[in-house]
């Protein structure tokens, strides 16, 4: 017999920002950790059901359980006045970069377009409602694209394709051309009808990323990442975009192991120092720092069930001997991209540096040009 739905509908927003940090760009300190607890729980009375805190690099991230839906003013505004409180601490300490993040003067009713990364879900809770939280620091966007793709569109890698009815269907990727500056550029693509055509696109991780999936089954949305770049907000380089991506897990959705199983690749992505080199992504346990050569970039994963707006503990994807093994290997990697230095692809192509000095050095060296007769 099927279990009756939860009469609970709950939205999870995921927001994140580097508002200042210890030492560079290593990690928040634990007074500014406590200092946005303490400030969600008060200012959360009446609005928040739930909440988590945790850091990933040197980025503070908030995981708020209500039920206020998608994109509601007191929630971004909370937020908003959160990450403000912490950076203005941040800079009473002399911590790294406060504020570094927060692109914008004032709150203008929604946090999208003012620096912090932001990803939002809503739906009608499961009797059992497992879900997943990304949180990445010194890389883009696009470092979700190839393990969605090979989760949600790939049965070498998401046997429940073949094996579970419920995704039989397939899935439907909606995909943000990131680069259009003027409003949201999306497409819907279907897999697997549209395969092809959905790789054609996310090859390219600085220009299209990909927004949400929902299932074809049900119809519901299984998949929200923040789309943010923030040299399209501060018209310069300001640091990479640190993607937040919440994802739901199990029954018509790929289970928790399926979402995980791409992440061992350690694929190569935009980041690293500065913002303008390649290195593999690293699957890192929760609250992890930053350190060699600003990176490598990195990911965690906190894994929740949530009831009746409240949360359980998180467990932590990546905290387990597997992953240990592939971080050395994933270290590896970045040790041989990173002995090429700046030359070739171990450094991001100018399109992705036109914001910093390199910029202002190639227009100089321009002018000593000549045609040889």
Not at 19 to 42: A, M, Q, Y
Not at 127 to 143: I, M, Q, R, S, Y
Not at 205 to 221: K, L
Not at 228 to 257: C, E, S
């Amino acid at each position: 017999m099927a279990r009756e739905k939860t009469s609970f509908r709950t939205t999870l927003t995921l927001a994140k920002a580097d508002v200042g940090s210890i030492g560079g760009h290593i990690k928040p300190g634990e007074r500014l950790l406590d200092l946005v607890r303490n400030f969600l729980n008060r200012m959360g009375k009446g609005l928040l059901s739930d909440f988590d805190v945790m850091h990933t690099g040197d980025d503070i991230a908030l995981l708020l359980v209500h039920s206020r839906g998608r994109n509601d003013k007191r929630i971004h505004k909370m937020i908003w006045d959160a990450f403000t409180a912490a950076a203005e601490d941040a800079a009473k300490q002399g911590l790294y970069g406060a504020g570094q993040d927060l692109l914008k003067d004032a709150f203008s009713g929604n946090i999208r377009g003012l620096g912090p990364a932001v990803c939002e879900l809503e739906f009608d809770e499961r009797p059992n409602e497992p879900f997943l939280v990304f949180a990445a620091d010194k890389t883009e966007p696009g470092a979700y694209n190839l393990p969605l793709y090979l989760a949600f569109a790939d049965p070498m890698y998401n046997a429940g394709l073949i094996l579970s009815p419920g995704m039989f269907k397939g899935f439907r990727f909606t995909i943000m051309d990131v680069a259009y500056t003027k409003g949201d550029r999306v497409i819907e693509l279907d897999a697997p009808e549209r395969l092809y055509d959905i790789a054609a696109l996310l090859r390219d991780n600085e220009r299209f990323v990909v927004e949400s999936i929902q299932s074809r089954q049900t119809g519901e949305q299984c998949v929200a990442v923040s789309t943010t770049r923030l040299h399209n907000i501060a018209g310069k380089y300001t640091g990479k975009d640190d993607p937040v991506m919440l994802v739901r897990v199990q029954g018509a959705f790929p289970a928790t192991g399926e979402v995980l199983q791409p992440y061992r690749i350690g694929h190569f992505v935009g980041g690293f120092m500065r913002g303008s080199h390649t290195g593999p992504l690293m699957p890192v346990k929760r609250n992890s720092s930053i350190s060699w050569f600003d990176g490598p970039p990195i990911v965690s994963c906190s894994a929740y069930c949530v009831h009746g707006g409240k949360l359980t503990e998180p467990a932590d994807a990546f905290d387990h001997p597997f992953w240990d093994y592939v971080r050395n290997e994933v270290s590896r990697k970045a040790i041989d991209i990173r002995e090429q230095g700046f030359s070739g692809p171990a450094m991001l192509p100018y399109s992705e540096l036109e914001y910093g000095g390199i910029v202002a050095k190639m227009k100089e060296l321009d002018k000593e040009f000549r045609i040889r007769k």
